[in-house]
């Protein structure tokens, strides 16, 4: 046994024991699929936004979505318009008279909504959630 771990790795390498990157990305295999984790029982919630927080975002309440609701405004996008983060951002909000959204929230739940999406396309579904349609705010995908 070695005395340093970095030699344990190292031996484990040699012996085919650890995955090696091949190439820039490396892909993740989770075991909940992305539609089960779109699916996921929640509800929107309602914050008051934290005094270190509101220097950035302003005071009032700040809205917590769900990936459910990230879908259902991507799909009210019309066919041959494009979207801009910002206003999917707003859209929800509205919804519920908040003053501000999670923004780091809203990318977790953009994401899933893809991988769900690539997902249902790679099964075969028809109807998919058209997430192409949602662009960064310099206007490209």
Same mark, same amino acid.
């Given at each position: @046994?070695?005395?340093?771990?970095?030699?344990?790795?190292?031996?484990?390498?040699?012996?085919?024991?650890?995955?090696?990157?091949?190439? &820039?990305?490396?892909?993740?295999? &989770?075991?909940?699929?992305w539609? %089960?984790?779109?699916?996921?029982?929640?509800?929107?919630?309602?914050?008051?936004?934290?005094? =270190?927080? %509101?220097? #950035?975002?302003?005071?009032?309440?700040?809205?917590?979505?769900? %990936?459910?609701?990230?879908?259902?405004?991507? #799909?009210?996008i019309?066919?041959?318009?494009? &979207?801009?983060?910002?206003? &999917?951002?707003?859209?929800?909000?509205?919804?519920?008279?908040?003053?501000?959204? @999670?923004?780091? =929230?809203?990318?977790?739940f953009?994401?899933?909504?893809?991988?769900?999406?690539?997902?249902?396309?790679? %099964?075969? #579904?028809?109807?998919?959630?058209?997430?192409?349609?949602?662009?960064?705010?310099?206007?490209?995908?």
């Amino acid at each position: @046994m070695p005395a340093y771990p970095e030699a344990k790795r190292a031996t484990a390498a040699e012996e085919g024991h650890v995955a090696r990157m091949s190439g &820039s990305k490396v892909q993740r295999k &989770s075991k909940t699929s992305w539609r %089960a984790k779109l699916h996921k029982p929640m509800l929107p919630k309602l914050v008051p936004v934290r005094d =270190g927080m %509101a220097r #950035r975002v302003g005071h009032g309440m700040m809205l917590i979505p769900t %990936a459910l609701e990230v879908d259902a405004m991507i #799909r009210k996008i019309p066919r041959g318009q494009v &979207s801009t983060r910002a206003q &999917s951002r707003k859209r929800p909000v509205l919804w519920h008279n908040a003053d501000v959204n @999670m923004s780091a =929230g809203d990318g977790i739940f953009l994401r899933i909504v893809t991988e769900a999406a690539e997902e249902d396309w790679q %099964a075969g #579904r028809p109807e998919i959630t058209p997430y192409w349609r949602v662009v960064r705010d310099d206007g490209r995908g």
